[in-house]
Nanobody
Framework: QVQVVESGGGLVQAGGSLRVSCVASGRILNIDGMGWFRQSPGKQRDLVATITRGGNTNYVDSVKGRFTISRDNAKNTVTLQMNSLKPEDTAVYYC??????????????WGQGTQVTVSS
């Protein structure tokens, strides 16, 4: 009923920039929080940044000043602009969205992930 699809990512040298985007579609009545998480091989999935419907943002300390999260409520999209990338930013990046469906059910939906690789 609800799909979350990421795009962007890829391979970049350290110090470079990348942008990952995510769109939620389907039987959506409302989206509250949206966010980006990342997971490296053998590690747990960790929070990167979140944004509320009203635009309040939260970042993990390691990306503050380098990453910027933004969203377009009309288009159900969220974007993560990543600057000054470091090799340790290499991971699969996942988008999630707290969705209330047209049937009135609320749940968190995840995308399939997009790979970001930063070479040294």
């Amino acid at each position: 009923q609800v799909q979350v699809v990421e795009s962007g990512g890829g391979l970049v040298q350290a110090g470079g920039s990348l942008r990952v985007s995510c769109v939620a579609s389907g039987r959506i009545l409302n989206i509250d929080g949206m966010g980006w998480f990342r997971q490296s091989p053998g590690k747990q999935r960790d929070l990167v940044a979140t944004i509320t419907r009203g635009g309040n943002t939260n970042y993990v300390d390691s990306v503050k000043g380098r990453f910027t999260i933004s969203r377009d409520n009309a288009k159900n999209t969220v974007t993560l602009q990543m600057n000054s990338l470091k090799p340790e930013d290499t991971a699969v990046y996942y988008c999630n969205a707290d969705v209330t469906t047209t049937m009135g059910f609320r749940s968190t939906y995840w995308g399939q992930g997009t790979q970001v690789t930063v070479s040294s």
